[in-house]
């Protein structure tokens, strides 16, 4: 199985810009597809973007559609979330995920039950 451990979270104004990465081992991160999600102090767990194995699609929620830009090095083992135009209300943990469910993934990718494997989390901060 995968593991994932995010890194690239801390404090942050806003308007400013931070970059996520996720970096997998014990699997080749190909066999993938990955997504980001976060959760903020009592709020449900909800989706940010994701990206297919090849990561020939991307997908976004409409809160980050336009400032999160999300990308993936397969030969690195490593998934990205760059994090522009930082807002206070993105401030929360983010969660990189991963994907081997053989389900239509244009369909399902927002789905938090459809990833298997999580790493840890990082927290992210933007200041007012």
């Known amino acids: 199985q995968v593991q994932l451990v995010e890194s690239g979270g801390g404090l942050a104004q806003a308007g400013g810009s931070l970059r996520l990465s996720c970096a997998a081992s014990g699997r080749t991160l190909s066999n993938y597809n990955m997504a980001w999600f976060r959760q903020a102090p009592g709020k449900e767990r909800e989706f940010v973007a994701a990206i297919s194995r090849s990561g020939g699609s991307t997908y976004y929620a409409d809160s980050v559609k336009g400032r999160f830009p999300i990308s993936r090095d397969n030969a690195k083992n490593t998934v990205y979330l760059q994090m522009n135009s930082l807002k206070p209300e993105d401030t929360a943990v983010y969660y990189c995920?991963?994907?081997?469910?053989?389900?239509?993934?244009?369909?399902?990718?927002?789905?938090?039950?459809?990833?298997?494997?999580w790493g840890q989390g990082t927290q992210v901060t933007v200041s007012s």
């Open positions: 995920a991963a994907s081997d469910s053989p389900t239509i993934y244009s369909r399902t990718y927002y789905r938090a039950g459809l990833y298997g494997y």
